[in-house]
């Protein structure tokens, strides 16, 4: 599992000098993960490189997993079908007229795209099938693939780790987008990476959150950092501290679920995000928000309100299956093109509960998945 994921590594830099071991006062269970020789930089895309922080020799691209990647664009129509029913069908006539188009505008709308989005995505169409000269239906169909795929390119970024030791994450969502599962799925991505990942239980005041991931600790035989009815700013800050103490490459803290709508509540985010950079320097590294598909335009008001408080640096789009609203990625990607600090990058996308049904977003897989 997530094999196509991993298939490159490059050597990063030589690891900071490590704090004089000191264990948190947290309760902590015992990792068995080796840890490894030196930093490797994990590239979490399937095609992209990223650059080691010292030269490294190149090495040969490893095969691309054809068969595991078509399983999975297989996964991914069938996720989005009622999205994608919707909109193919506008193709199904046999001419391009002011009627094709005012039927495609409200798919589109339907889908959640947004009313910008929309029209951004029309206009775009327009131009590329007037400079084709296309003739039916079934081009023009091809010509949006080509244009919802220019729109979301933006969107596909690499999730590096290795450049850091160790990389701080940072996961952020309301309740219910799935943050806590996202994790345990990312936790055994790296495992399997060698990677030596440390846990922090901050979602201190749902019980079942911190139960949860000590599931998924014991399942990923990964540490983790926890307290019973603690503060989750002290939580992170022990797990931060105990993954530089451990030498571990990745330290992931599971933050409480929040509504962007409650701001008491957001401010105790950025005091966690705060704490963090107490603990080490420059951290967090990485700051996540799992986001539900299913809730269309919300949450892309979701994406702006925790970019507001946190400044994100990417995305999990969770529970694309089943959906009709997954055209609110063009909704994204359209407002990030505006953003002062450039896109918000979709790192992952989910359509199911599988370990492997989690998997890096590619913008052509889904623009064909939306149409096909």
């Keep these: 599992m997530f094999s196509f994921i991993k298939k490159k590594l490059g050597l990063g830099g030589s690891p900071a000098p490590a704090d004089p071991p000191a264990p948190p006062p947290s309760e902590t269970r015992a990792a068995v993960a080796a840890e490894p020789a030196s930093a490797p930089?994990?590239?979490?895309?399937?095609?992209?490189?990223?650059?080691?922080?010292?030269?490294?020799?190149?090495?040969?691209?490893?095969?691309?997993?054809?068969?595991?990647?078509?399983?999975?664009?297989?996964?991914?129509?069938?996720?989005?079908?009622?999205?994608?029913?919707?909109?193919?069908?506008?193709f199904t006539g046999t001419q391009i007229d002011d009627a094709l188009y005012e039927e495609l505008e409200a798919a589109l709308l339907m889908a959640d795209a947004g009313v910008a989005a929309t029209e951004y995505l029309l206009a775009d169409l327009k131009r590329r099938v007037k400079e084709s000269k296309a003739s039916d239906p079934a081009a023009v169909?091809?010509?949006?693939?080509?244009?919802?795929?220019?729109?979301?390119?933006?969107?596909?970024?690499?999730?590096?780790?290795?450049?850091?030791?160790?990389?701080?994450?940072?996961?952020?969502?309301?309740?219910?987008?799935?943050k806590t599962t996202t994790i345990g799925k990312l936790t055994r991505h790296l495992s399997d990476s060698n990677q030596r990942v440390l846990l922090a239980a901050a979602d201190t005041f749902r019980a079942a959150a911190r139960e949860q991931l000590l599931v998924w600790a014991d399942r990923n035989?990964?540490?983790?950092?926890?307290?019973?009815?603690?503060?989750?700013?002290?939580?992170?800050f022990d797990a931060v501290q105990a993954g530089r103490a451990r030498g571990c490459d990745v330290v992931i803290a599971d933050t409480a679920g929040r509504l962007a709508t409650q701001l008491h509540l957001m401010d105790e985010l950025r005091k966690v995000k705060r704490v963090?950079?107490?603990?080490?320097?420059?951290?967090?590294?990485?700051?996540?928000?799992?986001?539900?598909?299913?809730?269309?335009?919300?949450?892309?008001?979701?994406?702006?309100?925790?970019?507001?408080?946190?400044?994100?640096?990417?995305?999990?789009?969770?529970?694309?299956?089943?959906?009709?609203?997954?055209?609110?990625?063009?909704?994204?990607?359209?407002?990030?093109?505006?953003?002062?600090?450039?896109?918000?990058?979709?790192?992952f996308v989910g359509v199911g509960e599988k370990l492997e049904d989690l998997q890096t977003f590619n913008a052509r897989e889904f623009a064909q998945a939306l149409l096909t």
Excluded: C
């Excluded at 035989?221 to 992170?236: C, K, L, M, W, Y």
């Excluded at 539900?292 to 694309?320: H, I, M, P, R, Y």
């Design 41 to 90: 930089v994990v590239d979490a895309r399937p095609s992209a490189l990223v650059t080691p922080p010292t030269p490294a020799p190149a090495a040969t691209p490893a095969p691309e997993p054809v068969v595991e990647r078509r399983s999975w664009m297989d996964k991914l129509k069938a996720g989005l079908r009622k999205t994608s029913s919707s909109i193919s069908q506008v």
């Design 141 to 178: 169909k091809v010509l949006l693939i080509e244009a919802i795929t220019d729109l979301l390119k933006p969107l596909e970024k690499s999730l590096a780790v290795g450049q850091h030791t160790p990389t701080v994450i940072m996961v952020a969502g309301v309740n219910g987008a799935g």
């Design 276 to 347: 963090i950079g107490k603990a080490m320097d420059g951290a967090p590294h990485e700051v996540l928000l799992v986001v539900d598909g299913n809730t269309g335009q919300n949450a892309l008001s979701q994406v702006k309100a925790f970019d507001e408080a946190l400044g994100l640096t990417g995305l999990v789009v969770t529970k694309l299956d089943g959906t009709a609203k997954g055209g609110v990625l063009a909704a994204i990607a359209l407002w990030s093109r505006g953003r002062p600090g450039g896109a918000v990058p979709v790192y």
């Design 221 to 236: 035989r990964v540490d983790i950092v926890s307290q019973e009815n603690g503060d989750p700013a002290a939580v992170t």
